[in-house]
């Protein structure tokens, strides 16, 4: 995998990826190229200490999602999309990095947030990460 590294956010170093679309998210900031329609960079930022993904294009907020952290699942309690990036995909774009990054912390997904499972019977690929 290449990253490089910049300042983007006080709670996230920022690193663009260069590697396959599904590459696991660390904690930070990721540019990954556009799925959703919307022209322009795309930026995934974790920000920890607020509990939140956001999902950035070219500056805009594009969308975020919420979550609660407890013993081996994280909890997905909000996922929200600006009117201008609704249908895009970009929702879509960020659950899929979220997933990503749950997995890739052996955790998994509580779907609290209504969109969850909506968007995971649409990937049902992903259903294995599901909190029974």
Same mark, same amino acid.
């Given at each position: 995998?290449l990253?490089?590294?910049?300042?983007s956010?006080?709670d996230?170093?920022?690193?663009?990826?260069?590697?396959p679309l599904?590459?696991?998210?660390?904690?930070?900031?990721?540019?990954i190229? /556009?799925?959703?329609g919307s022209k #322009?960079e795309?930026?995934?930022e @974790?920000l920890? =200490?607020?509990? %939140? &993904?956001?999902?950035?294009?070219?500056?805009a907020e594009?969308?975020?999602? /919420?979550?609660l952290?407890?013993p #081996?699942v994280?909890?997905v309690t @909000?996922?929200? =999309?600006?009117? %201008? &990036?609704r249908?895009?995909g970009?929702?879509?774009?960020?659950?899929?990095?979220?997933?990503?990054?749950?997995?890739?912390?052996g955790?998994k997904?509580?779907p609290s947030c209504?969109?969850?499972?909506?968007?995971?019977?649409?990937?049902?690929d992903e259903k294995?990460?599901?909190?029974?």
């Open positions: 995998m990253w490089s590294t910049t300042q956010h006080p996230a170093a920022r690193r663009t990826i260069r590697d599904r590459a696991a998210l660390s904690p930070g900031c990721v540019t190229p /556009d799925m959703t #322009g795309h930026v995934i @974790h920890e =200490a607020q509990r %939140r &993904f956001r999902l950035s294009v070219d500056g594009a969308a975020v999602l /919420d979550y952290e407890r #081996g994280r909890d @909000h996922t929200y =999309a600006d009117p %201008r &990036f249908g895009t970009a929702a879509s774009e960020l659950v899929q990095r979220v997933f990503d990054d749950t997995r890739a912390r955790l997904i509580v209504p969109y969850i499972p909506v968007w995971v019977s649409r990937h049902p294995d990460l599901i909190a029974r």
